[in-house]
């Protein structure tokens, strides 16, 4: 199982990288932190490709590029609440701000594939 977990989370790091990209781009990178998910992306694609390759990449490099991605994803969610209550209005205007404001739980993606990794690290090497 750790070797499919392993791919999964490379495969999944990598488009998932792409599209925050684009769209963090249509923000123009307003806030430096909307650089890092662009950044451990393609860190943690080539940590779960070694994870497929050696069981000591999956023990090591993955689980903690998993954690960081993970985390990442959590502080995201924060972010992205906090700029829809900042919009004018806040939560006071939902219908508007939620969907013109930073998408809520996209973030929340991060926190899945980083999990992935990191259960991929905790299960046995198939052979």
Known sequence: ???TLAGATAFSALPLGLEIYFEHFRGSFGDKWMWTPVALSPALTAAGVAG????RAAQTWLPALSAL????????????VRGVAR??????????NIVMGPPLLA?????????????????????
């Open 1 to 3: 199982m750790q070797r």
């Open 52 to 55: 497929i390759r050696s069981e």
């Open 69 to 80: 991605y993970c985390l990442d994803g959590l502080i995201g969610v924060v972010t992205h």
């Open 87 to 96: 919009k004018p209005g806040g939560f006071r205007e939902p219908l508007f």
């Open 107 to 127: 973030p929340g993606s991060l926190a899945l594939v980083g999990g992935m990794g990191l259960a991929a690290a905790v299960l046995g090497r198939e052979r």
